[in-house]
T-cell receptor
Framework: QQQVKQSPQSLIVQKGGISIINCAYE??????FPWYQQFPGKGPALLIA?????SEKKEGRFTISFNKSAKQFSLHIMDSQPGDSATYFC?????????????FGTGTLLAVQP | NAGVMQNPRHLVRRRGQEARLRCSPM?????VYWYRQLPEEGLKFMVY????????ESGMPKERFSAEFPKEGPSILRIQQVVRGDSAAYFC??????????????FGPGTRLTVL
């Protein structure tokens, strides 16, 4: 069964620090790797995404690092702010499918302390 | 500039009743996905629909659950004879035509179902 494993389950970071969340997948049949941010009581919102032909993608304070050989990808939040406190989900889309369904990790609850 | 709309936002049902969850995709989107989020867990894919067609229902429980996306009107996720284990947040997402390099799915605010 296709799976995406995410760690840590929760993370506490001081304001201005770097938040790092890691994900790993078990097979090579994925070709799209998004990160979603979810605030309590809200739906997930796309934060940043990467395809496997790129090793890194940066958008503002958010960076995805992708290691194809290790089947791992991570989200780095630079200069973390209290407003970044939310649950973050990594996800992956199976390659070649007609549905583009998302396979989600279990989530990381990030708390940025002021 | 309405996003994905879901209603109701909160739904309470007693065991054995039916739950109907509605989703209106973003304007111009004709592809709808339903996901379920159990407490303290990630989202699990349930079903993917295009107008009048179910394309992938591999994540849908075989019994009591059904989904539709009619030519007119919202997509409906229907749960018959609900049980306490159905208590969860149900999210709908929509996208433009997939498979053209655009995988982004836009999520609604969810319907939180509580089964008493």
């Amino acid at each position: 069964q296709q799976q995406v494993k995410q760690s840590p389950q929760s993370l506490i970071v001081q304001k201005g620090g770097i938040s790092i969340i890691n994900c790993a997948y078990e097979n090579t049949a994925f070709d799209y790797f998004p990160w979603y941010q979810q605030f309590p009581g809200k739906g997930p919102a796309l934060l940043i995404a990467i395809r496997p032909d790129v090793s890194e993608k940066k958008e503002g304070r958010f960076t995805i690092s992708f290691n194809k050989s290790a089947k791992q990808f991570s989200l780095h939040i630079m200069d973390s702010q209290p407003g970044d406190s939310a649950t973050y989900f990594c996800a992956a889309t199976p390659r070649g499918g007609a549905t583009n369904k998302l396979i989600f990790g279990t989530g990381t609850l990030l708390a940025v302390q002021p | 500039n309405a996003g994905v709309m879901q209603n109701p936002r909160h739904l309470v049902r007693r065991r054995g009743q039916e739950a109907r969850l509605r989703c209106s995709p973003m304007k111009g989107h004709s592809h709808v996905y339903w996901y379920r989020q159990l407490p303290e867990e990630g989202l699990k894919f349930m079903v993917y629909l295009q107008k009048e067609n179910i394309i992938d229902e591999s994540g849908m429980p075989k019994e009591r659950f059904s989904a539709e996306f009619p030519k007119e009107g919202p997509s409906i996720l229907r749960i018959q004879q609900v049980v306490r284990g159905d208590s969860a947040a149900y999210f709908c997402a929509s996208s433009p035509l997939p498979g053209l390099g655009n995988n982004e799915q836009f999520f609604g605010p969810g319907t939180r179902l509580t089964v008493l």
